[in-house]
Every structure is written in structure tokens, then in C-alpha cells.
């Protein structure tokens, strides 16, 4: 809930944005490189679509349908694999062509501590971890009030501690969503 990335979410999102995700993300020494790839909603297709190469056309939307905040643990070096971005490729809202990721990603070197804002429809990936240590991120994933969220948070955040929860958490969380709801009762 920090009240800068509120405020851009705002923006970005409309002022009633709900969390999609909240998750810790470690590389071990030695991990690969992640495929380049776009973050939900703009990634989903089926198991099925996804392994054969096929992916849904994307529709170029005059909004955003994601934000991501990754908060590095550890600095992020080429060296420990720091997650790369193909720069201004949100525009095309599609995934990069492997010749143009080979040729104009680059790796976000930044400081423990850095705080770093991105659009889903951003090409991103982790790289390789040729370190000897652990690199390690907290992600979360904002979205707009009309997409679901990847995560369960009604089974994820209990009663206690949604009793405690700020006025922007609770917003977070959907709990002032009015959708879906049952407009007859007949159907059921």
C-alpha cells in the first residue's frame, strides 16, 4: 500500500484497482533464463495453446489491464540474473519476437531496496543466475476492478486479518466490489 504506487495506480488503473497477486520470487544459483514473456491478464491462454507456441491476439486497449511493482531483496546484476525488459514494447501489446529480445533487451541493474512499476504488456524475464547467491524480488500485480484476480485472497487473507485492514487494503482485497453478482434470484 505504499501512497506512491497508490497514487500511479490511480492513474493508471482507475482508483478502484484490486490486487491480482502478491508473491516472494527467489533464483538460485545456477537457474536459467525465463522465456520473455507478458504478465496476466495478457497471458492467458490455455496449457494447451501455451505448448505449442500459440497464444491469443492481444487487443490493444486504450487503458492498462495490468500494473506490476517488483521490490528488489538482493541488488540486481547481470550477473544474478536481474530481470530484463524489452524497452517501449508495451505499445504492441503482443509477445517479442525472439530476434528482437536477442537483439534490444535490457537487464534492470538497480539496488536492494528499488521499487520498480511496469505494465503487464511489458516483454520481461527473469535471466540467467551465473552468481553464487540467491536473487530474490517481492512481485505484486494490480489490477483494474473488472479483472479477476489470479489469487484467492478470500482464501488467502483470513477474517482476522481483513478486520485489521486499512480502507485501501480492503480495496485491494475487492471487498467493496459489487461484480458478479445474481440480478435474478430465479436462475439459481
Known amino acids: 500500500q505504499l501512497p506512491e504506487v497508490m497514487d500511479i495506480g490511480d ?40 505448448a505449442k507456441g500459440r497464444w491469443p491476439a492481444m487487443p490493444t486497449p486504450p487503458f492498462f489491464l495490468n500494473m506490476q511493482m517488483l521490490i528488489a531483496m538482493n541488488d540486481f546484476t547481470v550477473e544474478n540474473g536481474a530481470t530484463a525488459v524489452l524497452p517501449f514494447a508495451q505499445s504492441k501489446s503482443a509477445w517479442p519476437e525472439p530476434e528482437d529480445w536477442a537483439t534490444n533487451h535490457i537487464q534492470l541493474e538497480i539496488e536492494a531496496g528499488t521499487v520498480v512499476l511496469f505494465v ?8 540467467d543466475n551465473r552468481s553464487s547467491a540467491n536473487r530474490t524480488s517481492l512481485l505484486a500485480q494490480y489490477l483494474p476492478s473488472f ?15 481483513r478486520s485489521r485492514a486499512t480502507p485501501r487494503l480492503k480495496q485491494l482485497l475487492g471487498d467493496d466490489l459489487i461484480y458478479p453478482k445474481v440480478f435474478d434470484p430465479d436462475c439459481l
Open 120 to 127: 503487464g504488456a511489458l516483454p520481461h524475464g527473469s535471466m
Open 147 to 161: 479483472v479477476r484476480p489470479m489469487e484467492d485472497h478470500d482464501v488467502c487473507v483470513g477474517p482476522e486479518a
Open 11 to 50: 492513474r493508471l488503473l482507475g482508483s478502484d484497482f484490486i490486487l491480482g497477486s502478491f508473491a516472494g520470487n527467489t533464483l538460485p544459483p545456477g537457474d536459467g533464463a525465463q522465456a520473455p514473456h507478458l504478465d496476466y491478464p495478457h497471458w492467458n491462454a490455455s496449457p494447451d495453446d501455451r
